[in-house]
């Protein structure tokens, strides 16, 4: 069975540039994360959902962060403009609907520049 | 929210030894996991134990949820198990975000 899918692996980008990352997650995973995992430090949160429902999206920066998951499967998370701060590793995790246990994807990590 | 807190943040081991990580939480949790992440960067799942003990070749975990820590278990180490171990904790069962803490860096040496 397939894992999570994310590319790119790696971003490098000047700041004020856009970025997308793509995520597919296991098949019949109907919930879907996205996290952000900074130098030295756990991931954290960034938005969940549920099919093609955002439902904990409360930690994402909404000036310059967006999101879509428009057929409940894949999904996209785009940050437009990037900023120095942004550089982090991104994760997206998935899990059965009424499921606990999540599994990760190999993320990616973005420096910008 | 809840809090999460590993314990040792660094740990170095000579190959063969034994440790054990410890994981603390703030509040009653539903979910909990113990992940490795490997030098790419990639979380590898090890256990789902919101309670109970566990066990998988050389790892094993316990988690008491009534006194809100988790331990695991690294038995005969190997340079392979070098990477960050992260406990992450969800308040609710089903479909919760997962607090992460700041994660144990176990070095193992030959």
């Known amino acids: 069975e397939a894992g999570v899918v994310q590319s790119p692996r790696y971003k490098i980008i000047e700041k004020k540039q856009p970025v997308a990352f793509w995520c597919n997650p296991i098949s019949g995973h109907n919930t879907l994360y996205w996290y952000r995992q900074n130098l030295g430090q756990g991931p954290e949160l960034l938005i969940r959902?549920?099919?093609?429902?955002?439902?904990?999206d409360s930690q994402l920066p909404k000036d310059r962060f967006s999101a879509e998951r428009l057929k409940g499967v894949d999904s996209t998370l785009k940050i437009q403009p990037a900023e120095l701060g942004d550089s982090a590793v991104y994760l997206c995790?998935?899990?059965?609907?009424?499921?606990?246990?999540?599994?990760f994807g190999p993320g990616t990590r973005l420096t910008v520049l | 929210g809840i809090q999460v807190e590993q314990s040792p943040p660094d740990l170095i081991l000579q190959e063969g030894a034994n440790s054990t990580l410890r994981c603390n939480f703030s509040?009653?949790?539903?979910?909990l996991q113990w992940f490795h992440q490997n030098p790419w960067g990639q979380l590898i799942n090890l256990f789902y134990i919101p309670s109970g003990t566990k066990q998988n070749g050389r790892l094993s975990a316990t988690t008491v949820a009534t006194e809100r820590y988790s331990l695991l278990y690294i038995s005969s180490s190997q340079t392979t198990d070098s990477g960050v171990y992260f406990c992450?904790?969800?308040?609710?069962?089903?479909?919760?975000?997962?607090?992460f803490g700041k994660g144990t860096r176990l070095s193992v040496i030959a």
């Open positions: 995790a998935s899990s059965l609907e009424g499921g606990d246990e999540q599994f």
């Open positions: 509040d009653s949790v539903n979910n």
């Open positions: 959902y549920e099919n093609e429902e955002a439902v904990d």
């Open positions: 992450a904790v969800g308040e609710n069962s089903g479909n919760t975000p997962l607090v």
